[in-house]
């Protein structure tokens, strides 16, 4: 769950390389080609810059995780020693 919104940008990556690689492999006109070519790196650029910050996200989404799993073995772990010393 965590990783489905990285693995979705990361396969609209793929397609874009695909895609731009279509394009130099396409008979059309070369300045067609390179406009186009042109357009879909941008479009790569701006998708790898948001894989980068999905990626930042999945970290502090794992670390939140990480936070709340060792309160709640903390609070366990003092609820424990309250009623042994009882």
Known sequence: ????KLRKLEQQER???SLIIAAYQSGADPEV???????LQHDLVELE???ELEKTFVR???SLALLA???IVMVIVLFIKKI???
Do not use: A, G, N, Q
Not at 1 to 4: A, P, T
């Open 1 to 4: 769950m965590i990783y489905r």
């Open 15 to 17: 397609d874009i390389k």
């Open 33 to 39: 080609v390179m406009i186009r070519v042109s357009d």
């Open 49 to 51: 810059h948001e894989v």
């Open 60 to 62: 502090l989404k794992e």
């Open 69 to 71: 799993l060792f309160t």
């Open 84 to 86: 042994s010393y009882d």
